[in-house]
């Protein structure tokens, strides 16, 4: 194997890769990057087994193919203290890896190619085209309600689903629930409801930051595949049954209260400031066209706030936790949003106003 490459593109994209190196001693193979030439394709691939990225560059100069794997934090050092548009030379000698770059010379040693971990037999069930902002607004909408660390380990991730002709994100931690929507293009494309741990979920939005373009998935039985301009993104699957979502929306919405989403993220922001460390809980009272939110905490310190609201209903009592309600704001873009309260009062729908798609539902604290 034997190659030449600009150092500012294969630094570029050795910093993307270099996220998913990790130090196993029990794996040491882990600690490298897969490096392969094959049809003009320099590749250039890191994995930790629950995540794996390729790179794909294509090369314009003389090469000979072949393939091995190199200390990926070695490779990655040498490219920073090398000149930003100098040439990396790069050519395998045995199991030893030379890289001359201006007037220094590097011999590394290699592991096998044969014993790195990849998915390049990925087979899979599914596969559909999105744009890619789409796919980043709809993570960016629902993320933040996914489970932390629970026990119920299909919580610790976020469900993508596509029934009929929609594609439905969802996330929860069982105290809320975050669900966005969006209509398909195609009409054919076979249904799948997959859990996406939170890790991927992670590294991919970051991947997402790019211009937006039309991106293709594959959906494999354990595995999701995403193609993001040069780079191929593969995560693994949450194994389980995530709960009936549907079930927690509410089916009849009546009495709504429409709030500017300003004034009560202001409101919400200033009894917060004195609220219960642990339990975050805040009062909210609404009668006779008035707002107001209250707060207290374990060292019997108090907060209240209050505003005008156009509603005409009944009085309305409700504890809540302070910093769900925040989150819904800051993901959401309109002017107003519209509050429903279920018949049993146990628990609240948030939708942004004029835009069914996304929806919210958090459930009361006991008051």
Do not use: W
């Not at 995540?51 to 314009?60: A, V």
């Not at 003389?62 to 190199?70: E, L």
């Not at 054919?188 to 890790?199: C, E, L, Q």
């Not at 937006?212 to 993104?233: A, D, P, S, V």
């Amino acid at each position: 194997m034997k190659f030449n490459i600009k150092n500012n593109i294969l630094i570029q994209n050795l910093q993307k890769i270099n996220r998913f190196v990790t130090k196993n001693t029990s794996f040491p193979i882990l600690e490298n990057i897969l490096i392969s030439i094959k049809n003009k394709i320099l590749s250039l691939t890191a994995t930790n087994l629950e995540i794996e990225l390729i790179s794909n560059i294509e090369l314009s100069t003389d090469h000979i193919p072949g393939s091995t794997t190199i200390s990926g934090r070695k490779l990655l050092d040498i490219c920073r203290n090398s000149l930003n548009l100098s040439d990396i030379k790069m050519q395998l000698k045995g199991n030893k890896m030379h890289i001359i770059s201006g007037k220094s010379n590097y011999i590394l040693t290699t592991l096998s190619s044969e014993h790195f971990p990849n998915h390049n037999n990925f087979h899979y069930i599914s596969e559909f085209f999105i744009n890619s902002n789409i796919l980043k607004n709809m993570i960016e909408k629902t993320h933040f309600s996914m489970g932390k660390q629970d026990v119920r380990y299909y919580l610790n991730g976020m469900l993508l689903e596509k029934i009929d002709c929609a594609l439905n994100m969802v996330a929860t931690d069982g105290y809320r629930l975050g669900i966005s929507k969006t209509i398909l293009k195609e009409k054919k494309i076979n249904s799948f409801s997959i859990i996406i741990a939170r890790k991927g979920i992670a590294e991919l939005y970051k991947l997402l930051n790019t211009p937006q373009k039309e991106i293709k998935i594959l959906i494999g039985q354990n595995h999701i595949r995403i193609y993001i301009e040069q780079f191929i993104f593969t995560a693994q699957l949450i194994e389980g049954t995530f709960p009936n979502y549907e079930s927690v929306l509410f089916q009849k919405k009546n009495n709504s209260i429409i709030f500017n989403c300003k004034l009560l993220k202001q409101s919400l922001l200033r009894v917060a400031i004195l609220s219960h460390e642990k339990f975050c809980g805040v009062e909210i009272h609404i009668r006779n066209g008035q707002f107001k939110v209250l707060s207290d905490n374990q060292e019997e310190e108090t907060a209240e706030d209050m505003f005008n609201i156009n509603y005409i209903g009944p009085e309305i009592e409700i504890s809540i936790n302070v910093y769900y309600i925040l989150d819904i704001l800051n993901s959401i873009n309109s002017e107003n949003i519209l509050l429903f309260l279920n018949h049993s009062n146990n628990s609240i729908q948030i939708e942004a106003e004029n835009d069914t798609s996304t929806k919210y539902v958090v459930m009361l604290l006991k008051r």
